[in-house]
């Protein structure tokens, strides 16, 4: 019984050696503004990286006023003062995805500006869709803590708290604010966030293409209990291909993805 329990112990202990310091002592941050990744702690070291704004990255360890971080595979040091803790950034992680919705609300100095990586995407996406006789425009990207904070007051004042709550996000609880969401349109300016783009030929085919560049219908038809908006055939959250991909074939929300339950006010 002692050999048996011993067999089943040690392999544990050894495992559990193995991970554990990393997974303890790791924290996620996202650099203030771009950020130099050295290969030592000093401003004197070379730059092996920059890291941009928007991206979780693994803090390690510190060493004064440095710190060891973690990004993508590389490994090196950062100047600590740049970095933003998940206090000061709000929201919401899962992984390395940020959810903002009307439970889950940013800071209001969280200014990431536009998203690089998700830029990059809708570049290339748009590229592609050109092939197709497509004409994509992203008409509204990143917006601060402070313009959302007036544009809500706007719509609230044409059409009631009750009413803007359905279709607007107060300050905070915007997803343009991580410079993620990307409002995106067609040749016909006219439609740009009105509900008659669904029916374009522009807003087909991001539903059946936008996925594979890593950009998810946000706020889609029928699905207003779980996001809490009215559908949007315009609004597109960049999420990575993965996620992208898995919730279009499951045809889920980010809600049910990671089963937060919504306040709907
Ligand atoms: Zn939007």
Do not use: C
């Not at 003062?81 to 800071?107: D, H, M, P, W």
């Amino acid at each position: 019984m002692k050999q048996l329990r011993l067999r089943y112990i040690l392999p544990a202990i050894l495992l559990s050696t193995a991970i554990a310091p990393t997974a303890e002592a790791a924290e996620y941050r996202q650099a203030k503004t771009p950020l130099h990744l050295r290969t030592a702690p000093t401003a004197k070291a070379t730059s092996v990286n920059v890291i941009p704004t928007g991206v979780y990255i693994k803090e390690l360890g510190r060493l004064g006023d440095w710190s060891k971080v973690r990004y993508g595979a590389k490994t090196g040091y950062a100047s600590s003062k740049y970095l933003l803790t998940e206090a000061q950034i709000g929201g919401k992680r899962f992984g390395s995805v940020l959810l903002v919705n009307k439970q889950y609300a940013l800071k209001s100095t969280y200014a990431p500006g536009e998203n690089v990586v998700a830029r990059g995407e809708f570049e290339r996406m748009k590229a592609d869709a050109k092939k197709d006789g497509i004409h994509l425009v992203a008409f509204s990207t990143y917006r601060s803590y402070a313009y959302q904070k007036n544009l809500f007051a706007k719509y609230v004042e044409q059409d009631g708290i009750v009413k803007a709550s359905t279709y607007s996000a107060r300050a905070g609880r915007s997803e343009h604010q991580t410079g993620l969401a990307f409002d995106l349109g067609g040749k016909d300016s006219t439609l740009f966030a009105k509900a008659a783009f669904a029916k374009t030929k522009e807003s087909k085919w991001l539903e059946q293409h936008a996925h594979a560049y890593g950009f998810h219908l946000r706020y889609p038809k029928g699905k207003e209990a779980e996001t809490g908006y009215t559908y949007e055939s315009w609004h597109y959250r960049y999420v990575g291909k993965a996620i992208a991909s898995h919730l279009k074939l499951r045809d889920m929300t980010m809600e049910e993805y990671y089963k937060v339950v919504p306040t709907l006010h």
